[in-house]
């Protein structure tokens, strides 16, 4: 089963990209992920309208459309998600990519009430294309005070609300994407 994160932010060293560490890690454990790390910095995205053909809009539309889940993440920017997250959906093609796809979301903010006003909103927009935005977004407020400056989590609830947005994915992936065949398990069984 193939798994993707996707960062939200440019900075590869900030809170977001912290906190999705967190959840690739966990990803990472199972044999029977493929993990596959969207990074914005890696892609030429041309905003709506824009006609570049040095763009790797296409590049990124077939590395998405053959997942089973997808993991978003985004800090929370003047009350809503940020801006390259919403390029690369403008980016995914119409009908969208993500149409029928699983996704889970991740977001990071300052303040006191967390990334809730992004995710709403970052849910109605996955929603809007088709998506299938799981329950339980992960919403981490005052972030600063969450990692320190080596990136390390120093809150263990919030590390693990983390792996289990993880495992929450996985285990619905598993489920209702990529169910294992009845053989396989009566062969695993007979063992």
Same mark, same amino acid.
């Given at each position: +089963?193939?798994?993707? /994160?996707?960062?939200?932010? #440019? =900075?590869? @060293?900030?809170?977001?990209? !912290? ?8 990803l990472?454990?199972?044999?029977? %992920?493929e993990?596959?790390?969207? @990074?914005? =910095? &890696?892609? =030429?995205l ?5 006609? @570049?053909?040095? $763009? ?7 590395? #998405?459309? &053959?997942?089973?889940?997808?993991? %978003?993440? /985004? ?6 998600? $940020? $801006? ?7 980016? #995914?093609?119409?009908?969208?990519v ?31 294309i088709? *998506?299938?935005?799981?329950p339980?977004?992960?919403?981490? *407020? ?6 320190? %400056?080596?990136? !390390?989590?120093? @809150? ?5 609300? #983390?792996? /289990?947005?993880? =495992?929450?994915? +996985?285990?619905?992936v ?14 695993? &069984?007979?063992?």
């Amino acid at each position: +089963m193939k798994l993707v /994160t996707i960062l939200g932010s #440019l =900075n590869k @060293d900030g809170s977001c990209a !912290n906190a999705l560490k967190i959840v690739q890690s966990e990803l990472a454990l199972s044999d029977r %992920i493929e993990l596959v790390k969207i @990074d914005p =910095n &890696d892609f =030429n995205l041309p905003f709506p309208g824009q006609s @570049d053909s040095n $763009s790797d809009a296409k590049n990124l539309q077939q590395l #998405l459309s &053959d997942v089973s889940g997808i993991i %978003i993440s /985004t800090p929370e920017y003047h009350g809503s998600f $940020s $801006s390259i997250i919403k390029l690369i959906i403008e980016n #995914l093609g119409f009908p969208s990519v993500l149409s029928g796809k699983p996704i889970s979301l991740l977001g990071v903010a300052s303040g006191s009430i967390g990334a809730i006003k992004s995710l709403e909103q970052l849910r109605s927009v996955c929603s809007h294309i088709g *998506a299938i935005v799981l329950p339980g977004p992960v919403s981490i *407020a005052n972030v600063r005070s969450v990692f320190d %400056i080596n990136g !390390n989590c120093l @809150d263990k609830k919030v590390e693990r609300r #983390l792996k /289990t947005l993880a =495992n929450e994915m +996985m285990s619905y992936v598993e489920k209702h994407v990529c169910p294992k065949h009845p053989l396989e398990e009566q062969v695993r &069984d007979n063992l």
